[in-house]
């Protein structure tokens, strides 16, 4: 007898979200936003430059296949179920009622760090940005309050609204960093020539490939969020499969095609040490060399934007995850309800947004770096979160298709992907373990902050195993 998860196909009113809100543009744009390509390009490429030089499109090129096979087993689950819940479901009905609570707990924690760390990183930018065009040197803890009430009530009302300014923001980042690659395009690069030289096998698989695998997997992370949309999106059969597979896309494209620029535009002989002596901005000196001063600015003043539209994303996914375990009893019922006019999960958002209040508090009075501590610290767990998620979600599917006797079968997306993809995050998040301090950016009891996932893994396992969760149902639609 296994203890998997029977699957609850109705819900009443107020415990749905707002079904056909989205179709495949506005779930694309949602998760590409979300993932926030031009942050991530400024964020981390600079970080796998620094391990890998000219061979970095190459680590994004592994990288973005290495998602794109999680995907084929990913949607494989979400065609079969789709709910708010995401990654949870899809463990529960795998791995078990106990591996469920414990994939929810980790959840809780993976986006808790996740959301308030990333407005760490904005408050750090307002800041510099009015610092620098006004001359208001305004505490950081003031910016981040001040998004945080933005984005509570963004994410408190229908989810069209975030979608629609989402996507506005998205465009004018990718708008600006295609301005870039053109000019490096059409002066050839720093050699008049540009050169592949980097995707070359012998570099790519070089001393510095596993770290520099993981940063630029670090970069993808939010993707995974198109199967928590499934409740309000058209038909989650063909519009959440198409959706995640743009995005990946997108994203590959994108990042492949604009680090491979940066470092023609820089030289791929010189753009290792480059990125180590002067990782925070060489990027924007290349956009003044090859562009203009002018276009230094604008990459200031939307790279601001692009982490609003992150922090948004993540606080919208981080909701619906509050909204989904309220309304499975893993957490308190009341914030499994939707409002009654938005259909959205205004309850969560809510609780999402204090939680991040009390933890942004929490730094702000200790004195903490709104970057090296609250942003670092945080992102580092946050990041090892998802892979765990992605990991165990892998696994579950392989297992899940296994048992399920009605479930359509494909070798490719039941059991060859899902399995490639289940040992590929497997190694990335030992890697991201035994390289804890690198990532977060600190020595000490700093290095072992990854220790909270597991915690939360093992008192979900243990709450997981009482009686009163034997009915226990994550998902919400069939």
Known sequence: MTDSVTPRTTQSEDRRLRAGAMGTPGLTFAVVAMVGPMAALMGASPLVFMSSGASTPAIYLVSTLLVAVFAVGYLA??????????FISFISQGL??????????????????????????????????FVQFFGLDIHWAIWALILLAINSVLSYNRVEFSVRLMGVLLILAVVAILVLDIAVIARGGADGVLSFEGFAPTAVFGAGFGLAALFALGSFGGVEATAVFSEEVKDR????????????????IFYIGSTWLIANAVGNDSILDVSNTD??????TVAGDYVGPLWVQVLNALVVTSFFAVVLGFTNVAS??????????ILPQIVGRSHPKHQSPHIGSIVVGIAAFVIIGIFAVAGADPFAQLYTWLLAIGTVGVLVLMCASSFATVVYFRRAKDAP???WSTVIAPLTAGLGLAAAVILAITNFGLLAGGQGFVEWLWVLLLIAAVAGFIVGSLRRFRDLSFTGID
């Open 77 to 86: 689950m979400t065609r079969q179920m789709g709910s708010a819940s995401g």
């Open 96 to 129: 078990g009622r106990r591996a469920g609570v414990a994939a929810s707990y980790v959840t809780l924690i993976t986006y808790a760090t996740f959301v308030s760390g990333l407005y760490g990183i904005y408050a750090v930018f307002v800041q510099g940005a």
């Open 237 to 252: 059969r063909t519009t959440v499969p198409r959706a995640m597979y743009v995005s990946v896309l997108v994203l590959g």
């Open 279 to 284: 990782p925070t901005g060489f990027i924007f």
């Open 320 to 329: 619906r995850y509050v909204f989904a375990l309220g309304r499975a009893g």
């Open 409 to 411: 079968r494909s070798v």
